[in-house]
């Protein structure tokens, strides 16, 4: 038996403000929704396949103190595109845990931005290479770790 990821799948406190920051600030295409009061959903994807799963049913934001999600990641092809995510981020007003582009650790050639979504969120959007000279803030430790 082999597994691989599937869709991710996260509580939100409030649909629309999460909606249409993933739908508007990061692209990402719905592709459904229940609106039925106390069942609200919404299903996000790439274009071929289900990603992202919005389900209103949280009343308090995300707790990073807490066992269960640490962050969600999002790989994108260049380290161009990411930037472009960070300029778009920025003027949507999304607050970030690091100034701009950051490696993965010391020496890395992967890297990206690390920010939290309208409910807490922790996630990550980076590239495989081109962050070759960006910062390591945490030297050895992985970045994507602590934030």
């Known amino acids: ?12 406190t409030d649909l ?3 909606l249409a920051f993933y739908r508007d600030v990061l692209g990402l295409p719905l592709i459904g929704e229940g609106k039925e009061d106390g069942r609200r959903y919404a299903f996000l994807g ?3 396949r289900l ?13 990073g103190e807490r066992a269960g999600l640490h962050h969600l990641a999002f790989e994108a092809d260049s380290i161009e595109r990411v930037r472009e995510y960070e300029e778009a981020l920025r003027a949507h007003g999304t607050a970030f845990a690091h100034e701009g582009v950051v490696a993965h650790g010391e020496g890395a050639a992967s890297g990206g931005i690390f920010f939290h979504d309208p409910d807490g ?10 962050a070759e ?3 390591a803030p945490h030297g050895t430790a992985p970045t994507c770790g602590f934030f």
């Open 1 to 12: 038996m082999t597994l691989r990821p599937g869709h991710t799948g996260l509580n939100v």
């Open 16 to 18: 629309d403000r999460s």
């Open 46 to 48: 790439d274009g071929e």
């Open 51 to 63: 990603l992202l799963t919005l389900w209103q049913q949280a009343e308090r934001p995300y707790d």
């Open 121 to 130: 969120t922790r996630l990550e959007i980076s590239a495989p290479s081109g």
């Open 133 to 135: 000279g960006a910062p």
